[in-house]
């Protein structure tokens, strides 16, 4: 009986980080009422910290992670350009 519980764990571990990707481009639009932000793309990622959207401005070169959870691409990180201008 351990065996095929213990397969059956494997696999959902394994399903789950199907969900999980990494993508990049420019912020189109940043939603504070709905913590989303847009992609030059068009998709939409939802952040899970309201203190993250004053960093983040149209125009800038984002990469994100995130995990999709109940139809929704959540940022479980993000990296932003240097700002050494």
Known sequence: M???????????????????????????????????????DGKSYKLNAEPALDALKPGMDIVIAYDETNGE?????MQLPDSTE
């Open 2 to 40: 351990r065996i095929p519980i213990g397969a059956v764990a494997a696999m959902l571990l394994i399903s789950t980080a199907a969900f999980a990707g990494q993508t990049e481009g420019l912020i189109k639009e940043v939603d504070k009422d709905t913590l989303t932000l847009t992609l030059d």
């Open 73 to 77: 691409n959540v940022i479980t990180d």
